[in-house]
Antibody, heavy 121, light 109 residues
Framework: QVQLVESGGGVVQPGRSLRLSCAAS????????LHWVRQAPGKGLEWVAA????????SYADSVKGRFTISRDFSTNTLFLQVNSLRAEDTGVYYC??????????????WGQGTLVTVSS | QSALTQEAAVSGTVGQKVTLSCTGN????????VGWYQQISRGVPKTVMF??SLPSGIPDRFSGSKSGTTASLTISGLQPEDEADYYC???????????FGGGTKLTVL
């Protein structure tokens, strides 16, 4: 069955960095676009970034552009999110989500369980 | 302010039919398939609809539709376990980004 398992969250000071991982299994990793979606405490879902099925195209929310980088390792079927220059407003649960087969613009069909990032001094 | 507009709160009684709406524009809902996601008690989101297609395991009391730049999620025969926050989202080609609605809190009375 499809599984997406995030890791790498934690408590970090403002301005520091983290690398979030999403280990994928149960499907052909190179056939699906993958996204990161976050949720701040008490707030709604917010899209963060996307990687096309072949890793050739990436898209970012304006709020993270220039600070976050999405990438994927096809040898380990892992999606990454490098998060730099962290701010308090980056605090939240970060979810990895797979889209339906096809383009990066398709809706999500599977979600990981999330990893919590807390930015605090 | 969210790019997609959803009702903040909707309520219904057990067995009732309720419809949640999601309004956007021609750059997003008017051009792409809309996804609907259920989140119970701030847990992991679960996909309950994409376009008018039901994911495996989702009860057929859920249905989806779209008219122009407004998408709708209808729950026929509301159940207590349907109480949750519901979010819509889709792609926006002018932004090259996924856009979400602010979410609708569905209460089952």
């Amino acid at each position: 069955q499809v599984q997406l398992v995030e890791s790498g969250g934690g408590v970090v000071q403002p301005g520091r960095s983290l690398r979030l991982s999403c280990a994928a299994s149960g499907f052909t990793f190179s056939n699906y676009a993958l996204h990161w979606v976050r949720q701040a405490p008490g707030k709604g879902l917010e899209w963060v970034a996307a990687s096309a099925y072949d890793g050739g195209t990436q898209s970012y929310a304006d709020s993270v552009k220039g600070r976050f980088t999405i990438s994927r390792d096809f040898s380990t079927n892992t999606l990454f999110l490098q998060v730099n220059s962290l701010r308090a407003e980056d605090t939240g649960v970060y979810y990895c989500a797979r889209v339906m087969v096809g383009a990066i613009s398709r809706p999500f069909d599977y979600w990981g369980q999330g990893t919590l990032v807390t930015v605090s001094s | 302010q969210s790019a997609l507009t959803q009702e903040a709160a909707v309520s219904g009684t057990v067995g009732q039919k309720v419809t949640l709406s999601c309004t956007g524009n021609s750059n997003n809902i008017g051009s792409y398939v809309v996804g609907w996601y259920q989140q119970i008690s701030r847990g992991v989101p679960k996909t309950v609809m994409f376009g008018n297609s039901l994911p495996s395991g989702i009860p057929d009391r859920f249905s989806g539709s779209k008219s122009g730049t407004t998408a709708s999620l209808t729950i026929s025969g509301l159940q207590p376990e349907d109480e949750a926050d519901y979010y819509c989202s889709t792609w926006d080609y002018s932004l090259s980004a996924v856009v979400f609605g602010g979410g609708t809190k569905l209460t089952v009375l």
